[in-house]
């Protein structure tokens, strides 16, 4: 059996390079290919970051010392998973004044 501290270090590990990867997705959007390598791979490393964290709470672990955190996070993950792949390219998904058209219509 692998110990807890392990799962807990690889869980660390995994949340790190999503956020990172997360960060960076303005700068891969200016390239349509890596925007869409940039996507997959945050689907695919947020996925691998719930399992973790799902695998750390069954094996009794704790994270940043609670052991409550790492199911809610796991489903947090998987969420976010879903929201990466949305690719909706500056469309109007609120329906909100846009305030880049605000100042637009006063002038005509």
């Known amino acids: 059996m692998v110990e807890t501290e392990f799962i807990e270090a690889i869980a660390q590990s995994m949340c790190f390079l999503s ?5 960076f997705i303005a700068t891969f959007s200016r390239n349509e290919k890596m925007e869409l390598i940039a996507q997959n791979f ?10 973790i964290l799902w695998w750390l709470s069954s ?3 704790e994270l940043w010392g609670s052991n409550y ?3 809610p996070l796991s ?3 998987l969420v976010v998973a879903i ?19 605000i100042g637009r219509k006063e002038e005509e």
């Not at 945050?42 to 399992?51: D, E, N, P």
């Open 19 to 23: 956020l990172t990867a997360f960060i």
């Open 42 to 51: 945050i689907m695919f490393s947020l996925i691998v970051t719930a399992v």
């Open 59 to 61: 094996a009794g672990g």
């Open 69 to 71: 955190l790492p199911k």
């Open 75 to 77: 489903v947090l993950c």
């Open 83 to 101: 929201a990466a792949r949305m690719n909706i390219k500056g469309q109007n998904v609120s329906f909100g004044a846009n305030p880049h058209s």
